[in-house]
């Protein structure tokens, strides 16, 4: 009887550890006092693309036809339109591009080579004032080129070794994806 006893006091410690264990493992007594209801909601009507940037596929380098005359404004021209939601201030536009200067055509960087999208969170002050307002309305697997005046690209500071100060730039923009600001 006392063997009996025993063991089922063995047993019933056994089983209080291991739901102690299962608990702690679990978070149940981490002591983040963050809640889970604290969460952001998802709203699943709004469809995002949630494949890696190092996933998207590549799409060709495309030719930079280079403007008639260097711009003094922006120039915004979808090469191809895209499909879904128009990009916003506050989304993350994630592209392929290559740039030129406008004056000549010279090559002065492109993602197509290296093999990995550029995010360009809108707003944010992150690149160029040209890029800033020339992507807002993009679509995702839109083509755009942008011809950019020098006082809304690098002005009289020139960038690397290619751009000049005063450089005009042009660049074709393909838009890999969107994401919603927010998600």
């Avoid at 978070?27 to 996933?55: K, M, R």
């Avoid at 290296?114 to 309305?137: C, H, K, M, N, Y």
């Amino acid at each position: 009887m006392k063997r009996n006893v025993l063991r089922w006091s063995i047993g019933g410690v056994l089983a209080l550890g291991a739901v102690v264990l299962i608990a702690w493992i679990g978070g149940a007594f981490d002591n983040d006092d963050t809640a889970s209801t604290d969460l952001p909601t998802i709203d699943s009507t709004v469809p995002v693309d949630s494949t890696p940037v190092e996933t998207l596929p590549t799409p060709p380098k495309p030719d930079v036809v280079i403007p008639d005359e260097l711009p003094t404004e922006l120039v915004i021209t979808d090469l191809v339109e895209g499909t879904g939601e128009a990009a916003q201030v506050g989304d993350t536009v994630v592209v392929h591009y290559v740039g030129v200067r406008s004056e000549d055509g010279v090559e002065f960087d492109n993602s197509y080579d290296r093999g990995t999208p550029f995010p360009v969170a809108l707003g944010s002050g992150g690149v160029i004032q040209g890029w800033e307002d020339g992507l807002i309305g993009v679509k995702v697997g839109g083509q755009r080129q942008l011809d950019i005046p020098a006082d809304l690209a690098y002005g009289d500071e020139g960038r690397g070794d290619i751009i000049r100060p005063g450089d005009a730039l042009t660049f074709v923009v393909d838009v890999m994806a969107i994401t919603p600001s927010g998600e």
